[in-house]
T-cell receptor
Framework: DTEVTQTPKHLVMGMTNKKSLKCEQH?????MYWYKQKAKKPPELMFVYSYEKLSINESVPSRFSPECPNSSLLNLHLHALQPEDSALYLC??????????????FGPGTRLTVL | KNEVEQSPQNLTAQEGEFITINCSYS?????LHWLQQHPGGGIVSLFM???GKKKHGRLIATINIQEKHSSLHITASHPRDSAVYTC?????????????FGQGTRLTINP
């Protein structure tokens, strides 16, 4: 298994809903990432988990709550989002967090629309 | 000024043309990535370079560390190559956790 999977592919939610995005990889990677990508812009880093511990939080609002329950799984819990949070949410993983010389693998993304 | 600059921002060409996309960066790096993203799609990593040149099919990526410059070439371009191509760099040491992205080059290949 050499891919990063994300579910759901699409999500539409209201501002009062609570939902979760899921990311999974079975490549034994020990670094996992959440990015947010708005249309026609490069991805913006949100969170990095290294060895299942949160190592980077790029000052993301608390309505986004990441969770890494084990080395294969990364969740992003969403609550009380705003319409401007609508975007493509990308997950990625790497074998090692702190080494420069390994590839980053991206998932297909979840397209989120907040009404 | 962005740490990673790409040119051109948009590129339209005819099928079969040779394509070059350029990336310049202003920081010390340990690796450079070329990424491809089709409209509405996720990101695919095409190359990771720390020196020299790599080739995969019709795609060639080069890097000149002294000049802080990399190029992505596509030979015999095809409409399915239409996508956004983004250069991203990884800094050494603690910075290695993050990729610094360029703004992307939107490539359209017309049949």
């Amino acid at each position: 298994d050499t891919e990063v999977t994300q579910t759901p592919k699409h999500l539409v939610m209201g501002m009062t809903n609570k939902k979760s995005l899921k990311c999974e990889q079975h490549m034994g990677h020990r670094a996992m990432y959440w990015y947010k990508q708005k249309a026609k812009k490069p991805p913006e880093l949100m969170f990095v988990y290294s060895y299942e511990k949160l190592s980077i939080n790029e000052s993301v609002p608390s309505r986004f709550s990441p969770e890494c329950p084990n080395s294969s799984l990364l969740n992003l819990h969403l609550h009380a989002l705003q319409p401007e949070d609508s975007a493509l949410y990308l997950c990625a993983s790497r074998p090692l967090a702190f080494s420069s010389y390994n590839e980053q693998f991206f998932g297909p993304g979840t397209r989120l629309t907040v009404l | 000024k962005n740490e990673v600059e790409q040119s051109p921002q948009n590129l339209t060409a005819q099928e079969g043309e040779f394509i070059t996309i350029n990336c310049s960066y202003s920081v010390g790096i340990s690796a450079l990535h070329w990424l491809q993203q089709h409209p509405g799609g996720g990101i695919v990593s095409l190359f990771m370079l720390s020196s020299g040149k790599k080739k995969h099919g019709r795609l060639i990526a080069t890097i000149n560390i002294q000049e802080k410059h990399s190029s992505l070439h596509i030979t015999a371009s095809h409409p399915r190559d239409s996508a956004v191509y983004t250069c991203a760099v990884r800094k050494p040491h603690q910075g290695a956790q993050k990729l610094v992205f360029g703004q992307g080059t939107r490539l359209t290949i017309n049949p």
